[in-house]
């Protein structure tokens, strides 16, 4: 018994070892401006994410293709990156200005310009978070990619094996027939280690009708890169330019952002009203206040859930309109986020919502005055949590005055990784610890398990851990948070950076007031110490309304009764 727990400690250890690496690694590799995957530091960022071996990535360290996580990572990078030797991390520099039209990835808001045949760039406005988000997904892209070179090379490197070559005719023809596609994927499984089965079911996953053969193509072209880079000496680089090295850091994106909203609330009269902001998708709280009222022909059992899962889906956008035109209509302000922090904004009056408009009621005969203004801000990402809330809590400067915000409530829902229960069930944090260090953040959340009970959902109470990045958490770091004297029931990546801004505005820099309350809850997106059950498993599909639903409930329950 005692020698598995020793070896148990001592993976952890190594694998928390392995992250430091990679962070310190990325820095230097930040300050320095530039690295090639193939060389030393790339080999070192590599070696580190196979000797951590994330539960996200699958079979990361085996010979066989990681298809998952391949899904995962395509997600969250831009279209025909898999096809660009030069990968350029770049600040807001204005590219948006030019002919060439932006790539969106479909997980990951952020913009991406493929500038020719060889360079894409990728503009970072979210921090830190945003880079080492990316230089991980890629070192798994190039991993991959180095897998199929390894498998294709023969004879010493000067020949590619029988699949690699019809393969590459494949790809390569104009005219493709369901046959020759089924004939291709024969070979690709046969190169990434993989039944036909497996390739097909990936192959369908990420078709699309303007690329369907996307999957055999990003193949091709992961393991072409890869020959060519070990044949030819052409190698893949990887560079950040000079000004989003000097802007790092400096919450330029934050305070435009900031500063923005705080005159849309002055413009408006409602800087002196009491402010609730709460951090969350930018649909359940506007649906929540309006929906059931709005669509009550629609859905006539106000209790059913089917409201919200319809409003979810996309089929459903007349419907998602009709309650978008009611809050509109009922004082909701709604701001499309231009400072690059891609954080759009929901400001709603309560004030000017209309007689039996809205779900939930203030109390008789309260002044205009005090009637609270309910800030919904999109979800931030990571350490972008931190520059966001701390810009958005300075008082506002204007003409040689200050103008304080007066905030009443910050309340933060959102998705995070559970350690014992699974997709949908909730976790209420009773305090923040940041993964890698011991600097602890707890606090007086105003929400409870007790708020949750009786409603077929497992609740967690308990410490919640900030990681540095989802993606790099294995089984041995994950065991360690869930056994040991911490008490940790999950994991999510903003918790530590909004208590930070929160705790200096309340306690430090008194903009806002002491007493400030704080509301966190999170429901799961997946139990990554499950097999099978991690992010790369794909999403949560409706198993999400319920819990985002409910927290919203809970959230704007105290909130009008405040």
Not at 181 to 209: C, Q, S, W, Y
Not at 302 to 321: A, V
Not at 359 to 378: A, R, W
Request: proline fraction near 3%; glycine fraction near 8%; charge should be negative.
């Amino acid at each position: 018994m005692m020698a598995t727990e020793v070896k148990q400690t001592t993976r952890a250890q190594e694998s928390t070892n392995a992250i430091e690496r990679l962070y310190i690694t990325m820095r230097h590799l930040l300050n320095r401006g530039f690295y090639k995957p193939s060389g030393v530091s790339g080999n070192a960022l590599r070696s580190a994410l196979l000797l951590l071996r994330p539960e996200i990535y699958g079979t990361i360290a085996e010979d066989k293709a990681e298809l998952n996580g391949l899904i995962y990572v395509l997600e969250r990078l831009p279209e025909g990156i898999e096809e660009c030797r030069f990968i350029n991390l770049t600040s807001d520099e204005g590219f948006s200005k030019s002919h060439i039209k932006p790539i969106v990835p479909p997980k990951r808001r952020r913009n991406c310009y493929r500038i020719d045949d060889e360079q894409m760039n990728i503009e970072i406005t979210r921090g830190r978070s945003d880079i080492y988000d990316i230089l991980t997904h890629l070192t798994f892209l190039f991993i991959e990619s180095g897998k199929i070179c390894k498998r294709v090379l023969v004879d010493g490197g000067n020949a590619t094996i029988r699949d690699w070559d019809k393969l590459t005719e494949f790809v390569l023809s104009d005219e493709k027939s369901d046959d020759e596609r089924e004939v291709a994927m024969i070979h690709a499984a046969n190169i990434l280690g993989r039944t036909f089965d497996e390739v097909g079911d990936i192959h369908n996953k990420l078709k699309t009708p303007q690329d369907p053969d996307r999957f055999l193509n990003v193949i091709y072209w992961l393991g072409k890169l890869a020959l060519e880079e070990e044949t030819t000496g052409n190698k893949r680089t990887i560079t950040f330019s000079p000004l989003l090295r000097e802007r790092l850091g400096h919450h330029l994106h934050g305070e435009k952002w900031a500063q923005t909203i705080k005159q849309t609330l002055r413009e408006n009269g409602l800087l002196d009203r009491p402010l609730h902001i709460i951090s969350a998708n930018m649909h359940s709280v506007m649906n929540s206040l309006f929906a059931k009222k709005a669509l009550a022909k629609e859905f006539p059992d106000s209790n059913s859930l089917k409201i919200f899962e319809s409003l979810s889906s996309e089929k459903h956008k007349k419907l998602n309109e009709k309650v978008k035109n009611i809050a509109e209509k009922n004082g909701m302000i709604f701001m499309d986020d231009k400072s690059g922090t891609n954080i759009d904004i929901q400001i709603f009056d309560t004030a000017k919502f209309g007689k039996d408009t809205c779900c939930y009621e203030l109390p008789e005969n309260m002044p205009q005055e005090q009637k609270p203004v309910i800030f919904v801000m999109d979800y931030a990402f990571g350490e972008q949590a931190y520059e966001t809330i701390d810009e958005l809590l300075k008082p506002l400067e204007e003409d040689g005055e200050k103008y304080f915000l007066t905030v009443d409530s910050l309340s933060i829902m959102g998705k995070a990784g559970i350690l014992e229960g699974g997709k949908g069930d909730l976790m209420i944090p009773t305090a923040h610890i940041f993964e890698g260090t011991a600097d602890n953040y707890p606090f007086n959340n105003e929400l409870c398990a007790a708020d949750f009970e009786g409603q077929g959902l497992k609740v967690l109470e308990g410490t919640m851990v900030t990681v540095l990045g989802t993606s790099l958490q294995n089984k041995d770091v994950l065991k360690f948070f869930h056994e040991s004297t911490w008490n940790v029931i999950g994991l999510e990546m903003e918790g530590v950076h909004y208590q930070k801004a929160i705790q200096s505005a309340s306690r430090i820099r008194k903009s806002i007031k002491k007493d400030v309350k704080v509301r966190y809850a999170y429901y799961a997106s997946d139990n990554p110490l499950e097999t099978g059950s991690t992010l790369a498993s794909g999403g949560l599909g409706t198993t999400g309304v319920k819990p985002t639903y409910l927290i919203t409930d809970r959230i704007l329950k105290q909130i009008f009764n405040s």
